[in-house]
């Protein structure tokens, strides 16, 4: 079992920044590819942005150039950094992590979950 426990989120005024993390723990952190997902009150849970095992990381549009996803494999740590925060960003935050080399969009790749830490972008 890999326990993740997310922490960082808060309320932030538009335009603002939060870096969200992600503790891991439970076994060896290196052999998972991570995710961090989002969920807004009645929406779906969406994928917001992936790092590999090895490194490399995808993300989707709307993350493109405002947040940067990071790993710590020493320290068994993933990180989202999110820069110029809009209204529409005020979702609950996931971390997740599965057992393969590449990016996952779906949440059904991906085998454990953390409980969630809330982002509230408001003025």
């Known amino acids: 079992q890999l326990q993740l426990v997310e922490s960082g989120g808060g309320l932030v005024q538009p335009g603002g920044s939060l870096r969200l993390s992600c503790a891991a723990s439970g076994q060896p952190f290196s052999e998972y590819t991570m995710g961090w997902f989002s969920q807004a009150p009645g929406k779906e849970r969406q994928f917001v942005a992936g790092?590999?095992?090895?490194?490399?990381?995808y993300y989707i549009d709307s993350a493109k150039g405002r947040f940067r996803i990071s790993r710590d494999d020493a320290e068994n740590m993933v990180y989202l950094l999110m820069d110029s925060l809009k209204p529409e960003d005020t979702a609950v935050y996931f971390c997740?992590?599965?057992?393969?080399?590449?990016?996952?969009?779906?949440?059904?790749?991906?085998?454990?979950w953390g409980q969630g830490t809330q982002v509230t972008v408001s003025s």
């Open positions: 997740a992590a599965r057992p393969a080399w590449h990016i996952s969009n779906l949440q059904s790749d991906y085998t454990y």
């Open positions: 790092i590999a095992r090895i490194g490399g990381n």
